[in-house]
């Protein structure tokens, strides 16, 4: 067994930096993992598909990151593993191939199927499963676009045995790529769930790419030009504890506070992760600075394992359509509201004329003016006014287009931005979330030689109830109000229509005042502007890094491309609080 394995992550998204692969060879690393998969992605992926067989996945991970790449792969004996397969893993394997074989190299690779359970769409449908978290009925079957179900790590840890030099999978866990690493390596036992929890939040920390190196962290300056910023690879021990670290002589930075925010991101309860291969506790983890830029990370807990694994339904919902017009001068705020409410009287009076319904979904939004969190419109001299709307029959988007174009000479003065010409009505790609136990899918491995195995998922361990941590004391007055950016560190994502803010105090003697601060009445007026009276607000506790990750539902306007929102994915959430003021011990704050 390795004394540990070195696992580079080189893409966090479909369109990532191609620099990142070149970049992280340096290392030297074992084994380089991407994950292009965004819960979206598999149904525009379906619909390349659709239209060539021969698509259906991120081209890109063949042409810019394997491509230039592969001879110095091969002469390190770097293992690749990637979810680039998306909805047509066999494709991209034969594209893989073919490029390989042009090079005159002896690479070989896998594939990891069964993911896509559009073959199952019948029996599917005749269960009808709803929608897990919001609970709203089984689609229309002639709308589905795709379902694809989330496989764990065990069949990449089985396609790495059949000797493959490249492992290509459709859709699974965003860290199961790192994770499977780690059971090839090491052999970890199923039953083995703290370990299991560890290589996941290996996973978990670099499956952003530079999100755990100094990109989006709150005190961007410190990381530099966003073009230097080094990718990020861990250093693995057979025991679960790892180092983070980034290649020498790149930008960015690798602190507890840097990684801390990634661990944080879009984990939902910190004590209830759940993934294919274990149910991870992360509030006892621990991350400390152990040399420049690489940090230390240990503590995570396994709680069980899920006895039904995640799968993402995609499919079409209507119509949408957006266009963003600028507003300059005197009042600008008030302009665009103004011409927003011409647009959509003269829209909405052609629509009658016709017997025709009405939107299903218009949204204004003035950017620039602070309106989105409340802040008055007034004394802004240069706004972006976005008018969105959704609807069944795209000839009413159609008009409404027609008539914000044809009203722009007759609105306010300062009217900008029609250079770009007039958008156009797209398909709404809603996103429909289930479980599907796990007795009803395998994955299937293809090896170099073209030999398919069946590998059954992690068998389920039912979850400890975790005991939750006794939140600290109230601190005691008087206080000073403080812009809670000056006291912590903070960052945001989605999952689906959910949206969760990790916040991490600068200092642990500022948590206590942190956690009582932001009460649920705080966190509902600071969004106030993005959640109902239906949204439920939670916050939870990590003792471990001494942070506070909040998780917000309904918040994002059904999330993803269902919503018509300009930030439908909450990545701007950690700002909006970081910048509200917060009451403070003045004696801490006068310490600041």
């Not at 034969?94 to 993911?115: P, Y």
């Not at 952003?208 to 961007?220: E, K, L, R, S, V």
């Not at 609105?411 to 479980?435: D, E, N, T």
Request: proline share 8%.
């Amino acid at each position: 067994m390795p004394q540990h394995i070195r696992i580079a992550g080189a893409s966090g998204y479909w369109g990532d930096a191609q620099i990142a692969t070149e970049q992280l060879l340096q290392v030297v690393p074992d084994f380089v993992v991407y994950d292009y998969l965004a819960e979206i992605t598999l149904g525009i992926m379906a619909a390349q598909r659709a239209k060539d067989p021969a698509a259906g996945y991120a081209t890109d991970f063949v042409t810019a990151a394997m491509a230039p790449n592969l001879r110095k792969i091969a002469e390190q004996n770097t293992k690749i593993i990637s979810n680039a397969g998306g909805m047509n893993p066999t494709a991209c394997a034969a594209a893989l191939r073919a490029e390989i074989s042009s090079q005159n190299l002896g690479l070989t690779v896998a594939t990891v199927t069964g993911d896509d359970l559009m073959p199952d769409l019948s029996t599917i449908a005749e269960n009808a499963p709803v929608e897990m978290f919001s609970g709203a009925p089984f689609p229309d079957t002639e709308t589905i676009q795709s379902i694809n179900t989330y496989f764990g790590a065990v069949p990449i840890a089985a396609a790495l045995a059949t000797g493959a030099d490249i492992v290509v999978t459709g859709r699974c866990v965003d860290s199961a790529v790192t994770l499977g690493a780690a059971l090839h390596a090491f052999g970890w036992a199923p039953s083995a769930l703290d370990l299991l929890a560890a290589g996941s939040l290996a996973g978990h920390l670099i499956e952003c790419g530079a999100q755990a190196t100094g990109g989006n962290f709150t005190d961007w300056r410190d990381s530099g030009p966003a073009d230097a910023v080094g990718y990020p690879f861990v250093d693995l021990c057979p025991d679960g504890r790892f180092h983070l670290s980034k290649p020498l002589g790149t930008g960015g930075i690798v602190t507890p506070a840097s990684v801390g925010e990634q661990m944080l991101y879009e984990i939902g309860d910190p004590q209830s992760y759940a993934l294919p291969d274990v149910v991870c506790d992360f509030s006892d983890v621990e991350i400390t600075q152990d040399g420049p830029d690489r940090v230390l990370v240990t503590g995570a807990k396994g709680q069980g394992v899920p006895d039904a694994l995640k799968t993402s339904l995609i499919h079409r919902n209507g119509w949408r359509t957006s266009q963003m017009i600028g507003f300059y001068g005197m009042d600008a705020g008030e302009k665009a509201q103004s011409f927003a409410d011409a647009v959509l009287r003269r829209t909405r009076d052609v629509l009658r004329a016709q017997n025709a319904p009405d939107f299903d979904e218009i949204l204004i939004e003035i950017l620039g003016s602070g309106a989105q969190m409340g802040a008055p419109v007034a004394d802004v001299q240069e706004v972006v006014l976005k008018i969105a709307a959704r609807h069944t029959d795209r000839r009413a988007l159609g008009l409404l287009l027609k008539e914000l174009s044809g009203l722009a000479l007759a609105g306010p003065p300062g009217i900008s931005g029609f250079a770009g010409g007039r958008a156009k009505p797209s398909p709404v790609m809603a996103l429909h979330s289930y479980l599907t136990p796990k007795s009803a899918v395998v994955a299937q491995v293809t090896g170099p030689d073209g030999a398919t195995q069946t590998v059954e998922n992690t068998a389920a361990q039912k979850p400890r109830n975790p005991q939750r941590p006794a939140p600290p004391d109230p601190p005691k007055g008087p206080f000073t109000d403080i812009p809670l950016i000056q006291l912590a560190y903070a960052r945001s994502g989605d999952k689906g229509d959910s949206a969760n803010v990790g916040v991490l105090p600068r200092d642990p003697a500022l948590l206590p005042a942190i956690w009582h601060a932001l009460t649920d009445n705080h966190i509902r007026q600071t969004f106030a502007h993005v959640l109902s009276d239906t949204s439920d607000v939670q916050k939870f506790l990590l003792p471990g890094t001494n942070s506070i990750n909040i998780l917000m539902t309904q918040a994002l306007g059904g999330g993803g491309f269902a919503s018509l929102r300009n930030d439908p994915q909450g990545k701007g959430f950690a700002q909006i609080l970081l910048a509200r003021p917060i009451p403070v011990p003045t004696e801490l704050a006068e310490a600041l």
